[in-house]
T-cell receptor, first 110, second 114 residues
Framework: DAKTTQPNSMESNEEEPVHLPCNHS???????IHWYRQLPSQGPEYVIH???SNVNNRMASLAIAEDRKSSTLILHRATLRDAAVYYC???????????FGKGTKLTVNP | DAGVIQSPRHEVTEMGQEVTLRCKPI?????LFWYRQTMMRGLELLIY????????DSGMPEDRFSAKMPNASFSTLKIQPSEPRDSAVYFC????????????FGPGTRLTVT
């Protein structure tokens, strides 16, 4: 499975945008970029995914570099409820497996 | 829908005892996954099923672990005999598979083996 690299931790202030980076230099052409997050004492939850184009949904935006070797998850206005560990995962086309790394622990300050 | 249901939520047992964790996936989902999370190893996929059939059990740590899915609405993960190093949070997840991109996770079972 192709690997991803994320910062161990990041901090943000409430109501400010947050940009969570992810490097995946060995991504293959059929790999989808998935983001999940895990709030304290809960199971992971899906945030967003993309292949080549930037994606938006009600939770976040995903910006994918043109060469697809990196991506950024954007939370437009962080809230205290967004404090969680965010995982960037490459999921091969046709594969059901999610391989979780260590993720980025996001702290949101009031 | 109630989401993925796991039971028990907490389990404390003594080394050597048999432990059975249970999972009810979301109705209509055809994929079911078992994960284990520890501080040391993070979140690991143990096994997953498609239409009740085990597809990939390469993450199952050893023969003491076994998983079954007798029907579309129920799965078990059994540890026999349990050891202190099995202490972890065990998550079950389900998905619609190739027609979906999202796995839905349950709340987890926190297992402590003393």
């Amino acid at each position: 499975d192709a690997k991803t690299t994320q910062p161990n931790s990041m901090e943000s202030n409430e109501e400010e945008p947050v940009h969570l980076p992810c490097n995946h230099s060995t991504i293959s052409g059929t790999d989808y970029i998935h983001w999940y997050r895990q709030l304290p004492s809960q199971g992971p939850e899906y945030v967003i995914h993309g292949l080549t184009s930037n994606v938006n949904n009600r939770m976040a935006s995903l910006a994918i570099a043109e060469d697809r070797k990196s991506s950024t998850l954007i939370l437009h206005r962080a809230t205290l409820r967004d404090a969680a560990v965010y995982y960037c995962i490459l999921r091969g086309g046709g594969s059901e497996k999610l391989v979780f790394g260590k993720g980025t622990k996001l702290t949101v300050n009031p | 829908d109630a989401g993925v249901i796991q039971s028990p939520r907490h389990e404390v047992t003594e080394m050597g005892q048999e432990v059975t964790l249970r999972c009810k996936p979301i109705s209509g989902h055809d994929y079911l996954f078992w994960y284990r999370q520890t501080m040391m190893r993070g979140l690991e996929l143990l096994i997953y099923f498609n239409n009740n059939v085990p597809i990939d059990d390469s993450g199952m740590p050893e023969d003491r672990f076994s998983a079954k899915m007798p029907n579309a609405s129920f799965s078990t993960l059994k540890i026999q005999p349990s050891e202190p190093r099995d202490s972890a949070v065990y998550f079950c997840a389900s998905s619609l598979g190739f027609s979906s991109y999202e796995q839905y996770f349950g709340p987890g079972t926190r297992l402590t083996v003393t």
